[in-house]
């Protein structure tokens, strides 16, 4: 009978021990298939088709900030979130410098902002109001197309080693590894970099709305109107895209916004967030995000961008990637 037992709790074990080897892929292996998503990436799906997050390489979207299966794909750690050792030590670089940039870059552009529209609206004329809706949208699509420029940019080439990749590249790489870390970040880590991209177009409106005169800064109002609101869409973009990845406590029109999609929704982010993340790169809207895939825009110009300088794309991405120790 005791020999029995042990006999059957052996070929139990031994059937576990096979099983567990069958169900889990070897590490090294994940490593590998990793490597060749981010070499080779898939084509974006559409907004049409049913994409099940959890079978795809992905953090689930609505994970609240860190309850992430730490074996899921093969891995021995955490494969995304605060836990992931990468996350660990990207989150660590940022610095006092870089916070009193964002800080000095918050303060100066939000004066710019306020300057420059008052000067618009003290010199308006009411026969230029059908150009300024027009570049009302222009500003829109023009702010999506460079969110989608500077993303793709930042995601694809650069290193978190030089001063520049320490500064401004780190964000993207912890955003790859640790998605939900920006509704952690708060207004001025969020959005200082952006609001600094602003100014110096601001700055040199309001030289000119300073130093020209009345007939000239009506002659340049419909370009100064075009900017401004592009610069306004700019500042915004990153605050959309943390509102992009919060699940729990938006507000309702924030929500009404993104269901309309007159922002980026949730929905449609949760796209780029399939490793390699190498798609749907446009972050204000999202509205030219479908037609840049369908050109393989994004593809093409990595192929320029790699004959000419030799850069491999997502090459320190993945390093970070696959940092899990």
């Not at 955003?175 to 700055?203: K, Q, S, W, Y």
Request: aromatic content about 12%.
């Amino acid at each position: 009978m005791t020999a029995s037992t042990t006999a059957a709790s052996s070929s139990s074990s031994s059937t576990s021990s096979t099983t567990t080897t069958t169900i889990v892929p070897d590490e090294s292996e994940c490593l590998k298939k990793e490597e060749e998503r981010f070499k080779s990436p898939d084509p974006a799906p559409t907004l049409d088709e049913e994409v099940d997050i959890a079978t795809l390489p992905s953090m689930l979207e609505d994970d609240p900030n860190g309850n992430v299966v730490e074996c899921d794909l093969g891995f021995k750690g955490p494969r995304w979130g605060p836990q992931h050792a990468g996350a660990k030590k990207l989150a660590s670089m940022y610095s006092k410098e870089k916070r009193l940039q964002e800080e000095v870059s918050l303060v100066v552009a939000i004066f710019l902002f306020a300057s420059v529209f008052i000067n618009l609206l003290i010199s308006w004329e009411s026969s230029i109001w059908m150009s300024v809706l027009f570049y009302a949208v222009l500003g829109v699509m023009t702010a999506d197309f460079l969110s989608g420029l500077v993303h793709w940019g930042a995601d694809t080439f650069g290193s978190v080693e030089t001063w520049f990749g320490r500064s401004f590249i780190r964000p993207f790489r912890e955003h790859h590894v640790d998605p939900t870390a920006i509704t952690r970040h708060d207004f001025v880590e969020v959005n200082g970099d952006n609001f600094m991209l602003c100014i110096v177009p601001l700055g040199g409106i309001l030289y000119q709305q300073m130093t020209f005169e009345r007939e000239a800064i009506t002659q340049w109002a419909s370009l100064h109107w075009y900017i401004l609101l592009l610069g306004i869409y700019v500042a915004l973009t990153n605050q959309i895209h943390k509102w992009s990845h919060t699940y729990f406590g938006l507000s309702k029109w924030v929500v009404f916004l993104q269901k309309a999609h007159i922002i980026l929704p949730r929905s449609h982010h949760k796209i780029h967030h399939i490793s390699p993340h190498a798609c749907y790169y446009c972050i204000t809207t999202g509205w030219l995000n479908w037609p840049l895939e369908y050109m393989g825009f994004w593809r093409k110009l990595e192929w320029v961008v790699t004959a000419a300088t030799g850069m491999q794309p997502r090459e320190d991405d993945l390093k970070w990637a696959t940092k899990l120790n």
